[in-house]
């Protein structure tokens, strides 16, 4: 029984990085312990189990969407593989399900309803869902309108806002650009708000308990005083820098103290 470790794998690394996937391995545990079952066609298969499947398959169909999967893409898709500690077996799971997700008779309505219901109204595993699958896209360079279109339909399967959804593209390509480093341009005014899922309309004082929610979210102590292990903190350092540097950005703009 590996699937939940699997799964712990995916949800570790939506919340905190690579190095968060230990921490999801260890939670994921639970997975495995025979929670009820789902039907995914004709073979029954735990809540655990899905997560991992869905997370694939809807990452080949939308790596197929606009009728080629590029290399950029599947490499980009053994990365986050990779990235999760996968063993072979459960490399080769992850194949054959991104593979079937490129399947022109893929039921993507089908499976999102399934996986939604699984998920129920925890939003943290709609965001890990859908923070995986924006890193596959964004991470390939690919986010053209077709995959755009797709990623949204994904999200509202998941009770995923637009706001939400932009919150999260904001904070996986500010991730991206601290990975480049060298050079990396100053985070825009557009993105420092997307990044803190606020409206330039907002309050100062909105800013701020955004900015405090995701910090309380995503701080290594935090994670730490959550069972992550101190030395595997710095993929979580490198997003809360992505956090209080969108901050800093709109305090800047506002004037703010």
Same mark, same amino acid.
């Given at each position: 029984?590996?699937?939940?470790?699997?799964?712990?794998?995916?949800?570790?690394?939506?919340?905190?990085?690579?190095?968060?996937?230990?921490?999801?391995?260890?939670?994921?545990?639970?997975?495995?312990?025979?929670?009820?079952?789902?039907?995914?066609?004709?073979?029954?298969?735990?809540?655990?189990?899905?997560?991992?499947?869905?997370?694939?398959?809807?990452?080949?169909?939308?790596?197929?969407?606009?009728?080629?999967?590029?290399?950029?893409?599947?490499?980009?898709?053994?990365?986050?593989?990779?990235?999760?500690?996968?063993?072979?077996?459960?490399?080769?799971?992850?194949?054959?399900?991104?593979?079937?997700?490129?399947?022109?008779?893929?039921?993507?309505?089908?499976?999102?309803?399934?996986?939604?219901?699984?998920?129920?109204?925890?939003?943290?595993?709609?965001?890990?869902?859908?923070?995986?699958?924006?890193?596959?896209?964004?991470? @390939?360079? *690919? /986010?053209?309108? =077709?995959?755009?279109? +797709?990623?949204? $339909?994904?999200?509202? !399967?998941?009770?995923?806002?637009? #706001?939400?959804?932009?919150?999260?593209?904001?904070?996986?390509?500010?991730?991206?650009?601290?990975?480049?480093?060298?050079?990396?341009? @100053?985070? *825009? /005014?557009?993105? =420092?708000?997307?990044? +803190?899922?606020? $409206?330039?309309?907002? !309050?100062?004082?909105?800013?701020? #308990?955004?900015?405090?929610?995701?910090?309380?979210?995503?701080?290594?102590?935090?994670?730490?005083?959550?069972?992550?292990?101190?030395?595997?903190?710095?993929?979580?350092?490198?997003?809360?820098?992505?956090?209080?540097?969108?901050?800093?950005?709109?305090?800047?703009?506002?004037?703010?103290?």
């Amino acid at each position: 029984m590996w699937l939940g470790k699997a799964v712990g794998g995916i949800l570790g690394l939506a919340a905190a990085g690579p190095l968060g996937s230990l921490l999801g391995v260890v939670l994921g545990h639970q997975f495995d312990q025979g929670y009820r079952r789902v039907s995914l066609g004709a073979r029954p298969a735990a809540d655990g189990g899905l997560f991992f499947t869905t997370t694939f398959a809807v990452m080949g169909h939308i790596a197929k969407v606009d009728g080629r999967v590029s290399e950029q893409e599947i490499e980009i898709a053994r990365r986050i593989m990779h990235e999760m500690r996968l063993t072979p077996p459960q490399v080769q799971l992850a194949i054959e399900h991104f593979t079937r997700g490129k399947t022109r008779g893929y039921p993507l309505a089908g499976e999102l309803a399934a996986l939604g219901a699984v998920i129920g109204r925890r939003r943290d595993l709609a965001h890990a869902f859908l923070e995986i699958q924006t890193r596959a896209i964004v991470g @390939a360079g *690919s /986010l053209d309108q =077709a995959k755009r279109e +797709l990623l949204w $339909r994904v999200a509202q !399967a998941l009770r995923i806002g637009r #706001t939400e959804l932009a919150q999260i593209e904001a904070l996986v390509r500010a991730r991206e650009q601290q990975a480049r480093a060298v050079g990396r341009s @100053a985070v *825009s /005014l557009e993105e =420092a708000y997307q990044v +803190l899922g606020v $409206r330039p309309s907002a !309050a100062d004082k909105e800013v701020k #308990t955004a900015y405090r929610r995701l910090m309380n979210r995503h701080h290594p102590d935090k994670l730490v005083a959550r069972g992550l292990p101190s030395s595997l903190t710095a993929d979580a350092e490198q997003k809360t820098q992505s956090i209080s540097a969108a901050y800093e950005r709109v305090k800047t703009e506002r004037g703010m103290k």
